[in-house]
């Protein structure tokens, strides 16, 4: 009897792990803005991973539970098949002369998709629009802790940092609790910031485009490479934002601590590119999102690459633009594949 019962509790303890197992590999990955990781590809076919365990004090080799990735809104609508003349990753695209606003190319631009942290870029303009003291201390609280998402973040709740630094981390590193908290602690509170989010786009004649916070980890944040466009023309137009978006990195002081941030952008660093403005963002939804302000050949463009495939993808798109307008500065193409 005490043989079988060992045995039962034994094969419940293995259940239980593997239903552990299972549940951490669902588990969404850090939606938090970061330079991703690169995995080098190898040949022949994928074998699942594998993890050594103990159980009773037996060694196992179990395979790791994997889960795919959740399309974005691109692909679900079908964005990614159209065809277009530089072979971009990114569904949605815009690339337009700041000064003349000549559109030179563009693929899906009236397409309304997920923002992600681009988000950010309009909630650090009505923070430096507001003029508000950048000496002032925030501190970070509960309500600025992802929910949405489960993001991580090193500022941890009761860190207390001046609202310049939380800006500055919000558009260099896209710290999502930096973000949360500049809009809690605007005039008027959250409510009051996400409403002059928007009436701020739609003064800008951003017509597709709407924000339910400030931080772009909800996808109901939604925008249009067009409108996208409008927002980075006026945003390069502001010092403060054109410094903390093209900085490279950036310490804080957290306690006893020095945390160092990092740009998420590494064009920023590539001496190849002369960058007045950027911001990045991804979450499922929306896939890896770019916009830029650069100088290209002797021109102001802005680009705007909206729900990239691929970890490096919005990155290997800008490369493909900047090539492209320097071979042929004079050349215009306009894809005129268009779904919203």
Known sequence: MLSLLKKILQAVGLSILLAVMAAAASTSADAAEATPSVTKKKSGAKKPSRVKVSVNGKRRNLARATVAPKPSYGQLAGLHS??????????????????????????????????????????????????????????????????????????????????????????????????????????????????????????????????VEPTGLNSQNQSSAQDLARLVNTASADPLLRELTTSPGYQVEVGNRTLQYNTTNRLVKNPAWEIGLQKTGFINEAGQCLVMQAKIAGRKLILVFLDSAGKLSRIGDAERVRRWVESSPAAVVTTQAVRS
């Open 82 to 211: 159209a065809p277009d003349a530089l072979a971009l990753k990114s569904s949605a695209a815009l690339v337009m002369d700041q000064d003349t606003h000549e559109v030179l190319f563009s693929k899906n631009d009236s397409a309304v998709l997920p923002i992600a942290s681009l988000t950010k870029l309009m909630t650090g303009l009505l923070v430096s629009e507001a003029k508000l003291p950048m000496d002032e201390m925030i501190t970070i609280a509960q309500d600025d802790v992802d929910t949405e998402k489960g993001s991580r973040s090193r500022l941890k709740v009761g860190t207390t940092l001046s609202r310049g630094e939380l800006l500055h981390l919000a558009m260099m590193s896209s710290e999502n609790r930096a973000a949360h908290a500049l809009g809690r602690t605007f005039p008027g509170g959250l409510a009051n910031f996400v409403a002059a989010m928007n009436a701020k786009a739609a003064s800008l004649g951003m017509k597709d485009t709407r924000y």
